[in-house]
Nanobody, 124 residues
Framework: QVQLAESGGGLVQAGGSLRLSCVAS????????MGWYRQAPGKQRELVAV???????NYADPVKGRFTISRDNAKKTVYLQMNSLKAEDTAVYYC??????????????????WGQGTQVTVSS
């Protein structure tokens, strides 16, 4: 199977910065899409940023110009650099890996995986 482990969340004052990391583990051949989503209390999970192999990163409008997604394919890691944080960025941030080609139980498979989430709290 494939597991995703996020880190880097925490408490920060408005205007500050945080960097989230997400490492994928397992017998992974290829990860086509890696991204970040977030879910604030009482709200649905929403896309923050996504990076597709060979493509251009996409960002949700509220974070454009403030957040930057990047990935290290050799380390199977995706990052989210968050600058100029606002109180409305407070949420649990989830890492997602989609169209993952991996090997398990004697076969190659393709799947979609989520991390457990990391809390980001921005105080105003």
């Amino acid at each position: 199977q494939v597991q995703l482990a996020e880190s880097g969340g925490g408490l920060v004052q408005a205007g500050g910065s945080l960097r989230l990391s997400c490492v994928a583990s397992g017998t992974i051949l290829r990860i086509n899409v890696m991204g970040w989503y977030r879910q604030a209390p009482g709200k649905q999970r929403e896309l923050v940023a996504v990076d597709t192999l060979g493509g251009t990163p996409n960002y949700a409008d509220p974070v454009k110009g403030r957040f930057t997604i990047s990935r290290d394919n050799a380390k199977k890691t995706v990052y989210l650099q968050m600058n100029s944080l606002k109180a409305e960025d407070t949420a649990v941030y989830y890492c997602n890996a989609d169209w993952v080609s991996y090997y398990t139980a004697g076969a190659y498979r393709t799947g979609d995986f989520w991390g457990q989430g990391t809390q980001v709290t921005v105080s105003s």
